[in-house]
């Protein structure tokens, strides 16, 4: 499973004001041995530790110095549609045979698909997907390791009913595709990211572009590593909702960074293709977290102040 433990993660970011006792409220909240009744929706949902969809107990820990780590485990079942139309077939055929007329109104043809459904969806195995948080209280600043917006939708459901602290999600002040233009023909951006000098450039001319909500007769388009495909693109009015970038850091007057990132960045603030730093061989797994979530965090921090 993708997430922040991993070497490659997708991101929102949230503001999230603090909340007290976190650790005894996930605790009450886990997902537990016992799994918890599945929702209206279907599916069922709990805590776990960071990264791990076994690890009730939080083994890994919760309270990391600066951040609080953990993850919503979701469990949906989605069964086999194919063994849902034939078991199906199969009814309606017996139905038809015992019918004098030899059909089956529309509604028991409903009725039956229903029932099949619910059947095949009742026998098929749990899928569980994890979405990560890091929870960086002093800044007020929550990280989710997912762009769904179901996912992310329902795990801010579960933070509101666990914490009692609703997120809201930061969005951009500013225009993110007249930025992307920007980047794209100036090929590179100064900002300053807690007092540190950044640049951030194209990251390989990969990106989307697509016309207004008004305009739905363009279609988008998907450029990779194709610059003159992209500059037609522009000229014909369409504008980069999506890009690939590399955030690149240095110190002093050095022409070299010393940390690089790239990442993929939509117009409404998803990060999705997040690289990660690899585990050291002798790190400890508690050293691993802190390395992911300040790297985690620093991007952020970049993201925000390129959405003013």
Known sequence: MAGFMTTTTAMRIFKAAQASDPET?????????TPPVPREDG???????LGDPLDVNFSLGIDHGQYLAFSLRVD???????AIRLRLAELLREEAEASPDGKVS???????????TADVTSRTEWLPTLVDCLWDM???RLLLSTTSEALVELTLEMFSQTFGVSPEPIVPTGDLPAFFSQVFTDEEHELDVDGVRARIEPDGYVMTLAGSEQDEARAAVSVKNDRETAEKALENGLTIQKMALCLHFHEGDESEPYASYPFTLDAALGVSGLKLPRRDRDATPEADVLLKAETCFLVARAVEELAK
């Open 106 to 116: 529309a509604q028991r043809k409903k009725d039956l698909k229903e029932a099949v």
């Open 76 to 82: 949906s079942r989605k069964p086999s549609g194919a």
């Open 138 to 140: 002093s800044t007020e």
């Open 25 to 33: 409220k996930l605790e009450m909240n886990a997902f537990g041995d």
């Open 43 to 49: 599916r069922r949902a709990g805590w776990v530790g």
